[in-house]
T-cell receptor
Framework: GQQLNQSPQSMFIQEGEDVSMNCTSS?????WLWYKQDPGEGPVLLIA?????ELTSNGRLTAQFGITRKDSFLNISASIPSDVGIYFC???????????FGPGTSLSVIP | GAVVSQHPSWVICKSGTSVKIECRSL??????MFWYRQFPKQSLMLMAT?????????EQGVEKDKFLINHASLTLSTLTVTSAHPEDSSFYIC???????????FGPGTRLTVL
């Protein structure tokens, strides 16, 4: 079945540093989604990507849809303590289809 | 983005009882909703796709007779965990497609603890 991999699994960074995480897939997706989940809450959509090569920003966050359609990355610039959480990539093949989640990257920010 | 609510936010029940969890889309209509389960320190795993007016589609390994899904209207889907056991304790999250169907928005989750 479809499987997503995320790296790194976890990261500890100093406040103010930039962060980069990526997601790879064994199959092609037509939509890539990035979510953040805080403890005890549902995932919150950060960025949605719809075209191969697309680069999209949302404040300090930037994400790209890989050319092969099998990968995506998320960058966070100038990290702050509230960036702490679990970041999930997710892929979708077609509109209204199910969304497949990666295993997540746990981010800790040291003040 | 779309607003999705879930009720209850948490529930504790005795083994053998049934628990119903509601998922509502508050500001849009959803012919399809998705139910996920998340165990501690793990990712979201899709359990089933809820379809308004027809039967739900279950993922491989998910017992349809144990996890009953009813999508009674365009804004409400319910998941009933029947004869709950401690191993059913988990965080249950519903998701709804956004406009155009190429995003998905999630509810705040329901924490189920079965004693």
């Amino acid at each position: 079945g479809q499987q997503l991999n995320q790296s790194p699994q976890s990261m500890f960074i100093q406040e103010g540093e930039d962060v980069s995480m990526n997601c790879t897939s064994s199959s092609i997706f037509n939509t890539w989604l990035w979510y953040k989940q805080d403890p005890g809450e549902g995932p919150v959509l950060l960025i949605a990507l719809y075209k191969a090569g697309e680069l999209t920003s949302n404040g300090r966050l930037t994400a790209q849809f890989g050319i092969t359609r099998k990968d995506s990355f998320l960058n966070i610039s100038a990290s702050i303590p509230s960036d702490v959480g679990i970041y999930f990539c997710a892929g979708q093949r077609t509109s209204y289809d199910k969304v497949i989640f990666g295993p997540g990257t746990s981010l800790s920010v040291i003040p | 983005g779309a607003v999705v609510s879930q009720h209850p936010s948490w529930v504790i029940c005795k083994s053998g009882t049934s628990v119903k969890i509601e998922c509502r889309s508050l500001d849009f209509q959803a012919t399809t909703m998705f139910w996920y389960r998340q165990f501690p320190k793990q990712s979201l795993m899709l359990m089933a796709t809820s379809n308004e007016g027809s039967k739900a589609t279950y993922e491989q390994g998910v017992e349809k007779d144990k996890f009953l899904i009813n999508h009674a209207s365009l804004t409400l889907s319910t998941l009933t965990v029947t004869s709950a056991h401690p191993e059913d304790s988990s965080f249950y999250i519903c998701g709804c497609p956004g406009t155009g169907g190429n995003t998905q928005y999630f509810g705040p989750g329901t924490r189920l603890t079965v004693l």
